[in-house]
């Protein structure tokens, strides 16, 4: 979802062209995790961002969200848990790229 896709030099590096790719693979997402990634997909919009990049999600449009979907205590909780942890994924992906 948040990586950059290779550009023509680098896949000629590895004797490859842009059909080579295909359309993007799907991804299967266990069924404990689908709120969780349906959530951080409407979050999408919503990255804070500095001068350096990315610094993380705004989450008070977060528990906005959260709110929205009318969850209880520990429910809400292990979601913003699933959230911070993919979170902190995007983000190392994020730097990554804008590292290259």
Do not use: C, H
Request: glycine fraction near 8%; proline fraction near 2%.
């Amino acid at each position: 979802m948040y990586e950059r896709q290779p550009d023509a030099a680098q896949l000629e590096a590895f004797g490859l062209t842009a059909a080579d790719l295909g359309q993007q693979q799907d991804v299967e997402v266990w069924p404990d995790n689908w709120q969780a990634v349906q959530l951080l997909n409407r979050m999408s919009t919503q990255w804070r961002v500095g001068f350096g990049g990315a610094v993380g999600l705004d989450y008070n449009v977060l528990y906005r969200m959260m709110d929205r979907l009318k969850l209880g205590g520990i429910e809400e909780e292990e979601l913003e848990k699933d959230i911070q942890v993919m979170e902190l994924e995007a983000l190392q992906v994020m730097a990554e790229a804008a590292s290259q």
